[in-house]
T-cell receptor, first 114, second 113 residues
Framework: EAQVTQNPRYLITVTGKKLTVTCSQN?????MSWYRQDPGLGLRQIYY???????DKGDVPEGYKVSRKEKRNFPLILESPSPNQTSLYFC?????????????FGEGSRLTVL | GENVEQHPSTLSVQEGDSAVIKCTYS??????FPWYKQELGKGPQLIID?????GEKKDQRIAVTLNKTAKHFSLHITETQPEDSAVYFC????????????FGSGTRLLVRP
């Protein structure tokens, strides 16, 4: 089954404790992206990757890191989480990002930073 | 900067009635306009999209219209059903380059049985 898988789905952590949210897709997509969803703000892009070893900042990259060592994986790293990073996070992938193709989203990871 | 405004933020309709959600965009170079539906506890899913060379597109009970001059586009759902209850996001993008998809703030649609 074609899908984007995120883990963990739910996480409660404390300020400053490094964490990683994993994302994996099995559709051989070139383009992958991370979004955060906050009430009244819609989906805002954190980072994206056009292909392996190619990543770039989205609209709200502060406090986040990513890497794209393999085509299928695109982990989101919070080196020192803060309470303002409490949010619902979505990973998404697309066959060819630059041509306006369909984005396939994971089911989301709800993060709470105390 | 690029911006997409979406209205209304919440919409309640009676089953069988129509629902309309409207979005405006700021970047005149935008040429791809998808709509995503997010059911409770799930990720958004594409339901329909339109490109700038088309004024209207239909898929069964769902239609999208685009007015490039006014820089706005709308989602129309006819004969609404309870399973249409969800959060809907519009988005706008410029093809090529980094594929920057800008999302609206979302509309929570409730269809009352």
């Amino acid at each position: 089954e074609a899908q984007v898988t995120q883990n963990p789905r739910y996480l409660i952590t404390v300020t400053g404790k490094k964490l990683t949210v994993t994302c994996s897709q099995n559709m051989n997509h070139e383009y992958m992206s991370w979004y955060r969803q906050d009430p009244g703000l819609g989906l805002r892009q954190i980072y994206y990757s056009m292909n392996v070893e190619v990543t770039d900042k989205g609209d709200v990259p502060e406090g986040y890191k990513v890497s794209r060592k393999e085509k299928r994986n695109f982990p989101l790293i919070l080196e020192s989480p803060s309470p303002n990073q409490t949010s619902l996070y979505f990973c998404a992938s697309s066959l060819v990002g630059g041509r306006g193709g369909e984005l396939f989203f994971g089911e989301g990871s709800r993060l709470t930073v105390l | 900067g690029e911006n997409v405004e979406q209205h209304p933020s919440t919409l309640s309709v009676q089953e069988g009635d129509s629902a309309v959600i409207k979005c405006t965009y700021s970047d005149s170079a935008s040429n791809y306009f998808p709509w995503y539906k997010q059911e409770l506890g799930k990720g958004p899913q594409l339901i329909i999209d339109i490109r700038s060379n088309v004024g209207e597109k239909k898929d069964q009970r769902i239609a999208v219209t685009l007015n490039k001059t006014a820089k706005h586009f709308s989602l129309h759902i006819t004969e609404t059903q309870p399973e249409d209850s969800a959060v809907y996001f519009c988005a706008a993008s410029r093809r090529g380059g980094s594929y920057k998809l800008i999302f609206g703030s979302g509309t929570r649609l409730l269809v009352r049985p």
